[in-house]
């Protein structure tokens, strides 16, 4: 079959490698275009365009799609059977979505219609969802609300990080798509009811907010691992919380309770199991205190 492959990340990863090795003709690639990343700036690939110029595909990296007829007038150029979509970043204007024979197909991270939206592991994670799962979605207009092919569910356990989940959803999605592009299976509208929405995050929805329920906090440690990432402050410094624990305990919410790092929270206490000060190494709790004193009495926030 004739595709464009269209995304960015890590998660588009696998699928462009099993398209790929299943003998599928890839016209094109589209992704992000390189940007500055890193402590030294420099102008990056993305994971995609890295794994297409391995495989000697042709990369097209337009900043925007909508509004610009010649990238649309390109695409349709291309005569695709399909287009296989999962987390490119840009917006597809009707006439893209409708040049494909077969149309567009969107490998979505959420058993849809919940969590759509462009963070939807974070979310169902943050949720204290029981499950999560990968959706194949024929493309329209709406923010993910095409009809859906296919749609597996997976577990999401207690200590399940966002990143755990994603390594779990990422392959899955790419043995879905190769399904559906083999079977060519009914597409069956999503419910009218139950459908929610995960907005794109930013550094800030890190912070730690010590007034929310130690539980919600530790699922937010968990959502937000690897990316935003969470984070509070102690002795002025900015310290990263990259595991914790429900607690035993009471207090005035961010009040440090013990000496293991132990802090109350708006209803119970959450015990920080790994930390990060800015500039420095990931350590366990233990070692960090043993080379910063935060005594019981003082507050994070």
Not at 152 to 164: F, K, M
Not at 266 to 288: I, K, N, S, W
Request: charged share 20%; aromatic share 4%.
């Amino acid at each position: 079959m004739r595709l464009a492959f269209m995304g960015s990340p890590d998660f588009a990863v696998p699928a462009l490698l099993a398209l790929h090795q299943a003998g599928h003709v890839i016209a094109a690639v589209y992704c992000q275009p390189p940007r500055p990343a890193g402590r030294g700036q420099a102008v990056q690939r993305c994971p995609v365009h890295r794994t297409a110029d391995e495989l000697g595909l042709a990369v097209r990296t337009p900043a925007r799609l909508r509004n610009d007829a010649a990238a649309q007038a390109a695409f349709a150029d291309l005569a695709l059977d399909a287009a296989v979509v999962a987390a490119y970043g840009l917006i597809l204007p009707p006439a893209m979505l409708e040049a494909p024979r077969r149309g567009c197909l969107n490998i979505h991270a959420s058993l849809l219609p919940r969590w759509r939206g462009a963070a939807p592991i974070q979310a169902a994670v943050l949720a204290g969802d029981p499950a999560s799962g990968v959706t194949i979605m024929q493309m329209e207009a709406g923010l993910d609300t095409g009809p859906m092919l296919l749609r597996e569910a997976v577990p999401i356990g207690p200590r399940t990080t966002s990143g755990a989940l994603h390594d779990i959803l990422a392959p899955l999605g790419a043995r879905l798509i190769l399904r559906a592009l083999a079977e060519a299976p009914p597409a069956v509208p999503q419910p009218a009811e139950g459908a929610t929405y995960a907005p794109k995050l930013t550094r800030e929805d890190g912070r730690i907010d010590w007034t929310h329920d130690a539980a919600a906090i530790e699922r937010r440690v968990r959502a937000f691992d690897p990316w935003p990432g969470t984070f509070t402050s102690v002795q002025g410094a900015v310290l990263k919380v990259l595991a914790a624990e429900l607690a035993e305990g009471a207090g005035a919410p961010g009040t440090v309770l013990d000496e293991r790092l132990t802090i109350a929270c708006g209803r119970g206490a959450l015990r920080l199991t790994r930390v990060q000060l800015g500039g420095r190494a990931a350590m366990p709790a233990e070692a960090f205190l043993r080379g910063h004193r935060v005594s019981a009495g003082s507050t994070l926030g």
